[in-house]
């Protein structure tokens, strides 16, 4: 039979092994069973370490030498009960108990060697397989191999042993398994998959010229050196095959984006006619640093161009982002244009209202900026409408309502994407898509974003990057406070505040819930907790402390109402307020020059990314900054060492690299993905760099002598059935 990637696996292996691994691991296809890849490769009768055992609750396979054997009959039921003591290469020994065992003690003799698949379980504070399924290994006579398992919860056991025990000592395959289906039972399924394939009739996108000069085996061979390894160095040349399979096939897909973003066609809005623009620089009272000019510049001349711009520009917490997103607005309504800037929150968008009334001054009613969020009373909504469908309003600072479908502009020229990183390609392309020519895009981020990264989750943007900091910029000096090392050290917090308040400076307290009855989400084990500090509690707390207790202090959090938020920052910026107790509502878009120390609570509750955008709403003055994350771990917890790095690091890139070393990209990236599940299973944005990098100019390269690949079918065809499986996703990530 002709076997090929979509081939459904009833066809192959029968309707109740299909059913079982449909139900059991997602896998329906040929392609996607040669896409579950082994765990590891232990030699032919190594055996396993019992240090490596997972927690109880997991599945593990392993292979392991009998010690001992005891059959008895249950005292207080029918049937008998065998118990197994088997050993690893380091002496450690583990019991497993079978159930109406009576064959086990025949088939599991002392000395034998056996692979088990079972369910951890404990037994006394001690780990152990109960009623594992079994196949004995015998070394002597591959041929006599003998399998023990319970057809009820492995129905594809019943079927016959596992072949690839019987071609003799080579590598065997471990590969993520169920209580449904062992790890061996999926082997089975992949050799007689391998035995029916010829993968000439199957897409190639490598190729030839870039198998060779990267040294790279086919498609066919990659899956039969992981799946059927000769020796333990075959199963990684297959695996570097298929990091660059897998990065070939996102890199051509994003390649087809960029084609399509190319035929698309803008207004051009050039800079000499940029009037607003010129005043609005002629006013400013600073100068422009130099990667604000240099970024300006590049964007100020994609504008002028019939081809929509669609850039990312990343920077520093206060590099001055939206400064050169400003300077882009009013060289857009300078031509008769209309911009929007969207942002992800409500508090957000509104102090982006206030921080560019306040930045462009008396221009700001002259460009009619307004604000449309969903908060909106009917008439403030109808009459923001009627602004923006009549061009009235220039520049419309919102959230996801800007997006809505009753929204239209007359003249959309140029539209600004905050936070870049809480939209996905869908929700960034929704205002682009229903106008005939297309607006510019501008996106940002002030989360750091290593190249490797961009490439291959937001490559279907120019990024570019914004270096330094404003004039005037002070460090900020970050220091993790541990608690459990007595109580002088909260002490010590508060009486800096004190200082910094004595001093006719600005402090904020930032928490990780609102109030006692909340209970949140550990960022690195997800286990819910409610100990933490709450805004209501350090209010309290903060009102009854003698040197706290005299200092104007407010609250800001997420269940406030719009008005009610916006009322607190606006005092909180005009210097009438001490002591910000707040959430991270304050995380982005704050700009109060006046804050100069912050107090992070439980910051053991943020993650990397979130601490240093909360360092970074202090030290925008010409004072230093100082940031004290406060902890109540005990020695030796491994969260720990987040807070210190973000102490000892004050580069974002830096600690954005250091942190997807350490979670991987998809619990970084997560946020970005609206949900969904990674398409790649075995790319790694920092591990594999250099890979995707390499990926990228090769891509190029072909796509410049053969835009369209005509040359290259397989590419043309795997990419094409790449695309067809993802239509619709947001955004493309690697598995965390």
Not at 299 to 312: F, V
Not at 413 to 442: C, I, K, N, W
Request: include cysteine; aromatic fraction near 4%.
């Amino acid at each position: 039979m002709d076997v090929l990637p979509a081939t459904e696996l009833s066809r192959i292996l029968g309707a109740e092994s299909a059913k079982t691994l449909k139900q059991g691991l997602g896998i329906t296809t040929a392609a996607q069973l040669l896409a579950h890849y082994p765990r590891r490769w232990i030699e032919f009768g190594q055996l396993s370490s019992f240090r490596d055992l997972p927690e109880p609750g997991e599945h593990v396979s392993l292979i392991a030498e009998v010690t001992g054997v005891s059959v008895r009959k249950m005292a207080n039921r029918r049937g008998s009960l065998a118990e197994v003591w088997v050993a690893d290469d380091e002496g450690n020994s583990l019991k497993l108990a079978f159930f109406n065992g009576w064959s086990v003690g025949r088939q599991l003799t002392q000395g034998a060697r056996a692979i088990f698949h079972g369910k951890v379980g404990s037994y006394r504070d001690r780990p152990t397989l109960n009623n594992p399924d079994f196949t004995v290994l015998v070394d002597a006579d591959p041929g006599t191999i003998t399998d023990h398992v319970d057809p009820e919860t492995d129905p594809l056991g019943a079927a016959e042993l596992p072949r690839a025990l019987n071609r003799g000592k080579t590598p065997v395959p471990l590969y993520p398994a169920t209580a449904g289906i062992s790890s061996f039972r999926i082997l089975d399924c992949i050799e007689i998959l391998l035995d029916l394939t010829d993968f000439s009739d199957w897409p190639e996108p490598l190729p030839e010229s870039v198998r060779t000069a990267e040294k790279l085996p086919a498609l066919g061979e990659a899956y039969r050196l992981i799946h059927r390894p000769e020796t333990l160095e075959d199963p990684e040349r297959g695996l570097r095959r298929m990091r660059y399979h897998e990065a070939f096939l996102l890199q051509g897909l994003l390649h087809l984006r960029r084609a399509e973003e190319q035929q698309r066609r803008a207004v051009p809005r050039p800079r000499q006619h940029a009037d607003l623009l010129s005043r609005f620089d002629a006013g400013l009272e600073f100068t422009l640093t130099e990667g604000q000019v240099r970024c300006g510049d590049l964007i100020g001349a994609e504008l002028e161009s019939e081809q929509p711009m669609n850039r990312l520009l990343q920077g520093e917490v206060g590099s001055g982002k939206t400064l050169v997103a400003l300077r882009a607005i009013l060289q857009v309504l300078s031509n008769g244009g209309q911009a929007a800037l969207i942002a992800p929150t409500e508090v957000l968008a509104a102090q982006h209202e206030r921080s560019l009334r306040r930045m462009l001054g008396d221009l700001a009613e002259e460009v009619g900026l307004t604000l449309l969020t969903g908060s909106l009373n009917t008439a403030q909504r109808r009459r923001a409408l009627l602004d923006i469908a009549s061009g009235t309003a220039g520049l419309v600072v919102g959230t996801h309502a800007v997006l809505g479908e009753q929204v239209h502009f007359l003249d959309l020229g140029l539209a600004v994407v905050d936070e870049q990183h809480r939209f996905g390609v869908e929700q960034r392309d929704a205002l682009r898509s229903r106008y005939q020519l297309t607006p510019h895009m501008l996106v940002m981020s002030a989360t750091p974003i290593p190249r490797s990264v961009a490439m291959t989750v937001f490559g279907d943007l120019e990024l570019t990057t914004l270096q330094g900091l404003p004039q005037g910029r002070k460090p900020i000096t970050t220091h993790v406070v541990r608690t459990v090392q007595g109580p002088r050290f909260i002490g010590r917090v508060w009486e800096r505040i004190a200082e910094e308040v004595a001093a006719g400076h600005q402090a904020y307290v930032v928490c990780p819930k609102i109030s006692e009855a909340d209970a949140r989400e550990d960022p690195e084990t997800g286990v819910q907790t409610d100990q933490d500090a709450s805004v209501e509690l350090i209010s309290q707390r903060l009102a009854e402390h003698p040197l706290l207790g005299q200092t104007r202090r407010a609250e800001v959090h997420g269940r406030m109402d719009a008005a009610a938020k916006e009322a607190v920052m606006t005092s909180f910026e005009r210097g009438e307020i001490d002591v910000l107790v707040c959430t991270t509502v304050i995380e982005v878009g704050v700009d109060v020059h006046n804050a100069t120390v912050m107090a992070v609570l439980d910051a053991d509750a943020f993650g990397v990314s979130t601490l240093h955008q909360l360092r970074g709403r202090i030290g925008r003055g010409g004072a230093h900054g100082l940031a004290l994350l406060v902890t109540r771990l005990p020695d030796g917890h491994p969260s720990l060492e987040r807070l210190e790095q973000v102490a000892e690091h004050s580069d974002g890139m830096t600690l954005a690299r250091l942190d997807l070393e350490r979670r991987r990209e998809g619990n970084v990236l997560g946020a970005a993905q609206a949900g969904r599940a990674s398409t790649l299973k075995l790319l790694r944005t920092i591990r594999d760099e250099k890979i995707i990098v390499r990926a990228s100019e090769l891509l190029t390269e072909l796509s410049t002598a053969d835009p369209s690949w005509e040359s290259y079918p397989g590419l043309r065809v795997a990419v094409g059935e790449y695309r067809d499986l993802h239509e619709g996703a947001d955004e493309f990530i690697q598995r965390g």
